[in-house]
């Protein structure tokens, strides 16, 4: 019984990853070039750049994007329910379901750390039996998917006029390249240099608003990556939403959400060397399944995740400059 619950723990950990294609091999992470943050126009963590970089910043050429305001994700978490019925994450579907809702086959809805009703986040409530068996080797692993460059899940805000209040601005996440600086503790160093993997899609929001230093957008399509044993591939979040405080220093933190569907992410694990471990959990996930009903059954678990950031800059090269 603690291996079935070690894999579905191994599951969540593995949300440390970011907007990838399981068709890419996960391995080319490591040998990313590294770009010495000396080459880097002086900037402190909240220095937006009033004034767009040139080439000569970089020995290669490129730029950084004018006005720009640039995150790495340094932390990723995963709670249960932070009280009775209030969890992290979001309304996916718009609604407010109780045991009686036929469409989110049975499961009852959360209250969100911000007070939003109707939230969407099965995990939380598998999290709890978990946590306690394994809880030390799940934070350890997030952090060196982090530290070594496996997951750099870049965030870029541009056109922001106001940091409070905004109804018009562009958030960006996107994939970065880098074998990052990190400190004592494991996380990584603010003001580092990435550079885009192509390989892998953006997800771009144009008409995202800030109210009252707080950034909302969705809804938003993003795959992160799995790794159990030896196995490697792609967990997709679909409907995801996601909220970001803005802090004053130019970081970010906040909260990221999704719902999986639980034969595409099972199913490419029943293809590894994990397809023992997927067999046995693969009920307790259609137990939690909520969204994506078809023919009776619900094919969707919802998730969530929280997040904090450290600042950056995208070295842009293949793009003309604006």
């Known amino acids: 019984m603690k291996r079935h619950y070690m894999v579905i723990m191994m599951v969540a950990a593995g949300l440390t990853g970011c907007f990838e294609s399981p068709d890419v091999d996960w391995g080319d992470t490591a ?9 880097t126009p002086s900037a402190s963590e909240g220095d937006y750049l009033d004034e ?7 020995e290669g050429g490129g730029y950084l994007l004018d006005g720009a305001i640039t995150n790495v994700v340094s932390e990723v978490g995963f709670h249960g329910e932070l009280e009775p019925g209030v969890v992290y994450g979001f309304n996916l ?15 009852t809805d959360f209250t969100s750390s911000v007070g939003e009703p109707g939230v ?6 598998i999290w709890p039996i978990v946590d306690g068996l394994v809880g030390d080797q799940v934070t350890s692993l997030l952090q060196q998917a982090i530290s070594d460059g496996r997951f ?31 400190n004592a503790d494991g996380i990584i160093v603010p003001a580092q240099t990435y550079t885009i993997d192509h390989s892998f899609p953006k997800s771009i929001v144009t008409d995202a608003k800030v109210v009252d230093g707080v950034l909302e957008a969705g809804p ?31 970081t970010f933190s906040g909260v990221m959400a999704g719902a999986v569907n639980i034969d595409s992410f099972l199913g490419e694990i029943l293809q590894t060397a994990a397809a023992q471990e997927a067999e046995l959990v693969l009920p307790i996930f259609q ?17 969530a995740f929280t997040f904090k950031s450290v600042s950056g800059f995208v070295r842009y090269l293949d793009e003309p400059a604006p």
């Not at 579907?93 to 499961?107: A, I, N, P, Q």
């Open 120 to 125: 969407d986040n099965q995990l939380a409530a």
């Open 287 to 303: 137990s939690y399944a909520d969204m994506e009903k078809v023919d009776g059954e619900c094919k969707s678990f919802s998730a």
């Open 31 to 39: 040998t990313a070039q590294r770009i010495d943050t000396p080459t």
């Open 93 to 107: 579907d718009g609604r407010v379901s109780d045991t009686s809702d036929e469409e989110t086959c049975g499961k």
């Open 152 to 182: 750099l899940l870049m965030m870029e805000l541009t056109g922001l006029d106001d940091p409070q209040n905004d109804d018009e601005v562009v958030f960006k996440v996107m994939r970065g390249s880098l074998v990052p600086q990190y």
């Open 220 to 250: 938003i399509e993003f795959e992160v990556p799995i790794f159990i044993f030896d196995a490697a591939f792609g967990m997709k979040f679909n409907d995801g939403r996601l909220r970001i405080e803005l802090q004053e220093d130019g």
């Open 52 to 58: 767009p970089p040139i080439d000569e910043y970089f």
